[in-house]
Structure formats: C-alpha cells, structure tokens
C-alpha cells in the first residue's frame, strides 16, 4: 500500500469528497467493510445536511450481499437532531429486515441524550468499552 493511501479495513472516518459536506469538514459519515462487519462511522454533526451522504450509506448497506453486522460509531458525534436519529432508527429497522445484528458503539453523550429524550437509548443494542482501571497511585510517605 502506498503511503498516505486508506486502509480498505481501515474502520476510521473517510476524508475521500464523497462523505463530507462541503463547507462542514468536521461532520460527516462513512460506510465501510471491515473484519468486524461494515462499520458506519459518524462524526460532527449528524443533522439535514448530510441527508445525501445518510442516502448513500443506506444504499451501501441495503446492498451488501451478506447479513454481515453493521456497527454505528457515533463516539465522534458533537451533534444530533432529529434527522439524525431518524437515520441511526432506519439503519436498525434495515438490520432488522435484512437480519444483520446492528450494534451502537460508543455514543458520545450527545447521542445518548437524544436518544434517552425520545426514549429509544434502551431498545438499541450498544457496545461499550469498559472503563480503564484507575492508575495505581504511589504513596511516597
């Protein structure tokens, strides 16, 4: 692979024209296949104006061959309204259709409170990382 080429695998958002909204490089959403499943990344602020990349990564899924899992990373999102969570419902109503486990990962806290405001946050499956171990502190007396 060449240097400063993206790793096909690679589950980080996409800087590639396709998945950013021109003039909102901090937002945006990515789809791609990786060992996991297909990991549908948003980042920024997920609202109308990213209503045509929300329209590709639908496609993308709705025509993957395989029921693979599709897991939404939205760690990075500092934003959400409610056409962002009518997007993240679509993609769970799809998985359900096409039998593909769909797992939230990581929501920000942003993400979380709009989703406990509608209250959806306990009917979405959602994978966290455990919190590290508090580093052991040294008592020097």
Not at 28 to 50: F, M, P, S
Not at 97 to 122: F, K, N, W, Y
């Amino acid at each position: 692979m060449q240097d400063g080429a993206n790793d096909p695998m690679d589950p980080l958002p996409s800087d590639s024209a396709q998945d950013m909204v021109p003039g909102r490089l901090g937002s945006g959403i990515a789809c791609r296949n990786t060992y996991e499943g297909t990991v549908l990344t948003l980042w920024g602020d997920i609202d109308a104006l990213l209503r045509e990349n929300a329209s590709a990564a639908m496609a993308t899924l709705a025509a993957r061959p395989d029921p693979d899992p599709v897991i939404v990373d939205a760690r990075d999102v500092t934003f959400i309204d409610s056409s962002g969570v009518a997007f993240i419902l679509q993609v769970f109503v799809l998985g359900e259709e096409t039998g593909s486990p769909v797992l939230l990962r990581e929501p920000s806290a942003v993400v979380m409170e709009v989703l406990d405001m509608v209250g959806i946050s306990q009917r979405i499956p959602m994978v966290r990382s455990a919190s590290p171990a508090p580093e052991p502190q040294l008592n020097l007396m």
